[in-house]
């Protein structure tokens, strides 16, 4: 395999991420995450998680060029992730790469934390297809975009316009009483559950935009919970799950078709850690094969937040010849999704 050799570093969450690809090859993907340490406050704390990035740091991207087998001067490039994000974490990852690319003389790309979600189906599909449609969901972000050309232009179609569907995942995970992240043990309960069991109000499914909204549905969990729990009956946690996931699943899902279709691209990204979930995964599967629409996703490992995404969207930025980011770059904590290079 040819190409530009990466590394991508990532901490605009509660993940750090160092990641190394030759082109849409992947070499290595470290990944240290503090999630642990949120879990008992329910959600992701700033300061835990940038004070967790500072001692994680210098190891990922250690263990990231021993499993490549690699050295640092061999690097072609560094990618980092500039934002969206937590200001202290991307700082952290920020702060890192220049002067990983100072001392190393090597250029520097400050990248779109969501267009790298898209760029990472390259070190499992291969080349991306242009035009295309990416659903991007997270525990912070649910968007639409079209994607004429990764390196160059991301269009915004629409996005939640309150709870992103990762968080709701977490909010009623824990209405549920579930631990922290929610997204997998709501995944893992609803395989035994009735997904018809509860039909959980799908918000703006009819609106006519690309827009989401999960909010309304993580209310009615609660209030479906708490209206059980009012009458002393048990709450069946598995056929809960698996109703409010359906709701989720057939939300995302119709509106990504109805976008392939509207824009006539027949080809369908799923990117963001919300991609992870099997219900979510299968229903896209089915509704793209009846609309005719090529949908391609990545296995789950590289769906959460990771250096290889980051790589890989370096790679293909240094590929083209695109003009490094200057080191006086600042971290943007609402890097808009348009903006591909800080």
């Not at 030759?22 to 290595?28: C, I, P, Q």
């Not at 640092?72 to 220049?98: M, N, R």
């Not at 549905?217 to 109703?243: H, I, M």
Request: hydrophobic share 50%; net charge negative; proline share 6%.
């Amino acid at each position: 395999m040819t190409g530009p050799l990466v590394l991508g570093i990532e901490t605009s969450c509660d993940e750090t991420g160092a990641g190394i690809v030759r082109g849409n090859e992947l070499l290595a993907d470290a990944v240290a995450s503090s999630v642990d340490e949120h879990a008992r406050f329910g959600g992701v704390v700033p300061e835990v998680a940038s004070r967790a990035h500072l001692q994680a740091m210098v190891p990922a991207v250690d263990r990231a060029l021993a499993t490549a087998g690699v050295s640092a001067s061999e690097l072609d490039a560094i990618a980092v992730t500039a934002g969206p994000g937590l200001a202290g974490a991307l700082l952290v990852g920020v702060s890192a790469a220049k002067a990983y690319a100072l001392a190393l003389g090597k250029p520097l790309y400050g990248v779109n934390h969501l267009a790298a979600h898209v760029a990472v189906d390259q070190l499992e599909h291969g080349p991306l297809p242009t035009p295309a449609i990416a659903l991007l969901v997270s525990g912070g972000h649910s968007s639409l975009l079209l994607v004429p050309d990764l390196a160059g232009a991301v269009v915004p179609l629409g996005a939640t316009i309150d709870d992103a569907a990762g968080e709701a995942f977490d909010k009623v995970a824990r209405v549920l009483g579930l631990p922290f992240p929610g997204g997998p043990h709501i995944d893992r309960v609803a395989r035994d559950g009735d997904e018809q069991f509860v039909t959980f109000p799908r918000g703006k499914y009819h609106d006519g935009t690309f827009d989401f909204s999960f909010s309304g549905l993580k209310t009615a969990v609660a209030r479906w919970v708490e209206a059980r729990e009012a009458a002393g009956e048990p709450v069946p946690v598995a056929d809960v799950a698996a109703s409010f996931q359906q709701a989720v699943a057939d939300v995302l899902t119709r509106k990504a078709v109805d976008a392939c279709l509207a824009r006539g691209v027949p080809q369908l990204i799923i990117g963001g850690g919300v991609a992870a979930n099997s219900r979510l995964r299968a229903l896209a599967a089915q509704r793209c094969e009846a609309a005719g629409i090529a949908l391609r996703v990545p296995r789950p490992g590289l769906c959460t937040d990771n250096g290889a995404m980051v790589a890989a969207l370096g790679a293909e930025l240094h590929a083209r010849g695109a003009q490094p980011s200057a080191l006086d770059f600042a971290a943007d904590s609402a890097l808009p999704v348009t903006q591909v290079t800080a």
